[in-house]
Structure formats: structure tokens, C-alpha cells
């Protein structure tokens, strides 16, 4: 049977649909036409692909330590002034506590004196 469509790794080379992920073992078999293609087929030979996954961990949550003992922030950095320190710098987090069609409420920490606010955006 010869080719309808242009060779093209993950994708059906009968039908043109999408193929499912190859797998570790076996062969791949496609949804729409049922064509049964050997791992060896679907592996574009002029392209590598890597992946790298990193996950969080899980035994540390919220606030970590760094190596000086001391606490890093809690969230994204931003230039926000203290109104109890007068420090630049605050961390925050942001939260949908009202309802779908009004805005989120963001939490905001000193990065300094550790003083938290809140603010309904």
C-alpha cells in the first residue's frame, strides 16, 4: 500500500490523523484508519527530541530555607512598597474567593518585616 500523505512523525501516513504516543513496547496503532505502524516507523530520524520534567518537592511546601537558614520569599516578586517597613520589595499570592465574574484577591507579604495585606483587584 503506498503513502497517501507525507511522511511526518506522529501522524498517520494513510489517513493523516494524529497517532497516539508510542509507548515503551509494542506497536502503534492508529484511531481513525486502524493502520498498525512499528516504532521504528514513527521515529523521525533527522530530529531528537528530550524532554526534562521537573517536580516540585513535595516534603517542602509554602516557605522554603535556604542554606543560611534564613526564609525565602513566598511567591513572585513585585515592586511594592511596605506601609509598615517602607521596604520595595513584597512577594505575593492571588486567590478567586469572590464570585467567577468579579476579580481575584492578592495577597501580598514583605519580603523584609514579613507584614501582609491584601488587595481586591
Do not use: W
Request: hydrophobic letters at 25%; a negative charge.
Amino acid at each position: 500500500m503506498t503513502d497517501s500523505f507525507q511522511k511526518v512523525a506522529g501522524f498517520c501516513s494513510d489517513c493523516g490523523s494524529i497517532l497516539p504516543p508510542l509507548r515503551g513496547t509494542g506497536d502503534v496503532t492508529c484511531y481513525s484508519c486502524s493502520r498498525v505502524f512499528a516504532p521504528e516507523m514513527l521515529i523521525d530520524s533527522n530530529s531528537k527530541v528530550h524532554y526534562t520534567i521537573h517536580f516540585n518537592d513535595r516534603s517542602t511546601k509554602g516557605k522554603q530555607a535556604d542554606k543560611t537558614g534564613e526564609d525565602e520569599e513566598e511567591g513572585p516578586i513585585v515592586e511594592r512598597k511596605c506601609p509598615k517597613c517602607g521596604n520595595e520589595k513584597m512577594s505575593y499570592a492571588t486567590l478567586q474567593l469572590r464570585s467567577a465574574d468579579e476579580g481575584q484577591t492578592v495577597f501580598y507579604t514583605c519580603t523584609k518585616c514579613k507584614f501582609k495585606e491584601s488587595e481586591n483587584s
